[in-house]
């Protein structure tokens, strides 16, 4: 599925909103029965921000970020999972470093997306046993319309860490001819995440005093 925001869009040009009830699941069929019942590739990318820190998050911004970045992934791969068995083919779930790491100013983007990555590495334990490939992708920020990326490219040192998506898709290019199960583009990221998990204490302290 490619990035619309919070809505997606198949191969055949079809878009839909993967927050709506049954949208996704109506998308599935067309494009499935256009393919012959088979599909060798979905990506589920489709996302929306959440900028808000946790004490200005309320019930609503919470459960927007959830539906699109975490319900809608779970639906999408649940509306081709019949259609990726029968080609034996590969789901790529494109979550977020925010699903490693916690930020000051993003707390339902980040609560989403933290569960987004628990479900993808819960289905790469499940899904080979029915002869689907999963491909976890952990971007660090990337300029998109839906995610200019703004405020972190107007800081001289923060914006070394926005990738391009012409980048981040080569990123996931690799990872699959690779046969990777998880990748964080760029690599480093994962050290990040890595400190974070190492030190939850410290690191909040760091955020705490540097935003």
Same mark, same amino acid.
């Given at each position: 599925?490619?990035?619309?925001?919070?809505?997606?869009?198949? $191969?055949?040009g079809h878009v839909c909103d993967v927050a709506e009830p049954g949208a996704i699941e109506g998308l599935a069929e067309r494009?499935?029965?256009?393919?012959?019942?088979? +599909?060798?590739? +979905?990506?589920?990318?489709?996302?929306?921000?959440? &900028? #808000?820190?946790?004490?200005?998050?309320? /019930?609503?911004?919470? %459960?927007?970020?959830?539906? =699109?970045? #975490?319900?809608?992934?779970?639906?999408?791969?649940? %509306?081709?999972?019949?259609?990726? =068995?029968?080609?034996?083919g590969r789901v790529v779930g494109v979550v977020s470093v925010a699903g490693a790491i916690a930020?000051?100013?993003?707390?339902? #983007?980040?609560?989403?997306?933290?569960?987004?990555?628990? #479900?993808?590495?819960?289905?790469?334990?499940?899904?080979?046993?029915?002869?689907?490939?999963?491909?976890?992708?952990?971007?660090?920020? +990337?300029?998109?319309?839906?995610?200019?990326?703004?405020?972190?490219?107007?800081? &001289?040192?923060? /914006?070394?860490?926005?990738?391009?998506?012409?980048?981040?898709?080569?990123?996931?290019?690799?990872?699959?001819?690779?046969? /990777?199960?998880? $990748?964080?583009?760029?690599?480093?990221? /994962?050290?990040?995440? $890595?400190?974070?998990?190492?030190?939850?204490?410290? +690191?909040?302290? %760091?955020?705490?005093?540097?935003?």
């Open positions: 599925m490619e990035d619309l925001g919070g809505a997606a869009r198949g $191969v055949s494009i499935l029965a256009a393919e012959g019942g088979g +599909v060798d590739l +979905v990506i589920a990318n489709a996302g929306i921000p959440a &900028r #808000y820190d946790a004490i200005a998050t309320g /019930r609503a911004e919470a %459960a927007a970020a959830i539906d =699109v970045n #975490y319900l809608g992934l779970v639906a999408t791969v649940r %509306a081709f999972w019949p259609g990726l =068995v029968a080609s034996g930020t000051p100013r993003g707390a339902p #983007y980040g609560a989403s997306k933290h569960a987004a990555l628990a #479900y993808m590495r819960a289905l790469g334990a499940v899904a080979p046993r029915h002869g689907v490939g999963v491909l976890v992708v952990n971007p660090g920020p +990337v300029a998109t319309p839906g995610f200019p990326q703004t405020r972190v490219l107007e800081r &001289r040192l923060a /914006r070394r860490a926005v990738i391009s998506d012409a980048r981040c898709a080569d990123g996931i290019l690799r990872a699959l001819d690779d046969g /990777r199960r998880e $990748v964080f583009l760029p690599g480093w990221w /994962r050290a990040a995440a $890595v400190l974070q998990a190492a030190f939850p204490g410290t +690191v909040a302290r %760091a955020a705490a005093r540097f935003g």
